[in-house]
């Protein structure tokens, strides 16, 4: 049987990325990027609001790197990647998270975005690699 797993994103970023580096030359970086659904007004006259998805994305090696230097909070991007599912124990409470593990970023809207953009290199998942918490508060180390 057939399966996929691939998310395409385009977004603005909530806030700068957290950047942590696991040895020396293996950075990963953690952000939100939000998406948004214009609103409507059904048939019978009720108004739907817009409705704005936050997405948690991370990013390893050379695209933690291209995060650390280019994204910041308000940044427009282009997210392509895949969808992990994660649990940790943390005080005995087994906590989940859902996040895009980004194998593809590319920086939308200013020119020097655009001229980083170009010189970012997509980056493979790590083979083994510690789970990456919402926030700092929730680190498993």
């Known amino acids: 049987t057939m399966s996929l797993n691939k998310v395409l994103l385009i977004g ?4 700068d990325p957290e950047v942590r580096y696991v040895s020396d ?9 939000a998406t948004s659904k214009k609103g409507f007004k059904t048939s019978d006259g009720k108004e739907i609001p817009d409705k704005t998805e936050w997405h948690n994305i991370v990013c390893w090696r050379g695209l933690a790197k291209l995060a650390e230097q280019y994204i910041k909070k308000g940044t427009q991007v282009y997210v392509e990647g895949e969808i ?6 943390k005080d005995g409470i087994t906590r989940y998270t859902t996040e895009i593990l980004a194998n593809d970023i590319q920086l939308l809207g200013r020119k020097a975005d655009n001229l980083a953009a170009e010189a970012s290199a997509s980056a493979p998942a790590p083979v083994a690699s510690q789970p990456i918490p919402d926030s700092a508060d929730d680190m498993p180390f």
């Open 84 to 89: 992990q599912t994660r649990s940790w124990e």
């Open 25 to 33: 030359n293996n950075p990963v970086a953690n952000f939100s990027i």
């Open 12 to 15: 603005n970023v909530g806030k």
